[in-house]
């Protein structure tokens, strides 16, 4: 990286690292981009952020993005919008950008989607089968028997803004052992 950087003084050192960044999103190998760890839902939501650690500090970040093959290259916009100023009509640019906005803002920045199902590679969605499976026997076994149990106790959180609970008011319960 330090030898790319020296040789020209048209690439910055953040470019290099945005462009290592975009080659693991796009192995399928690595939890990033293609090949990722699906959600709960089997899909690919992907998180990226990127910082400039010289003066001014800069970050730019998106989260729970969808259908976005290289998720880096929409946080290093982020990134150049916050280092370029105010946005038109004197918007503050933002930090962080999560779920359907990160998307529409890469596309708005001319950044390409892609078919969620592209992201999606035989393995993740072998361990995602495998591994979901698992999760929701063991979920449902100790949801079984925590109602079976006897000695769970209401736990009514208190506020100065409700006079007496109400049916309404949210239960937290707690097992005593």
Known sequence: IKILIQSSNSIRAIDVVETAIMMLEDHPNTNAGVGSNLTLDGKVECDASIMDGSAPFLFGSIGAAGG????????????????????ALGRVPPMLVVGEGAGR????????????????????????????????RDHKTSIDSFNEEEQHTPFVPSSPFLSSPTEETSMIYYTTL
């Open 105 to 136: 803002i890469g596309q708005m920045l001319g950044i390409p989607c892609v078919s969620p199902e592209n992201l999606i590679t035989a393995s993740a969605r072998q361990s995602w089968t495998k591994y979901s499976e698992m999760l929701f």
């Open 68 to 87: 976005i093959r290289n998720p880096i290259r929409v946080a290093k916009i982020i990134l150049d919008q916050r280092r370029d100023g105010l946005l």
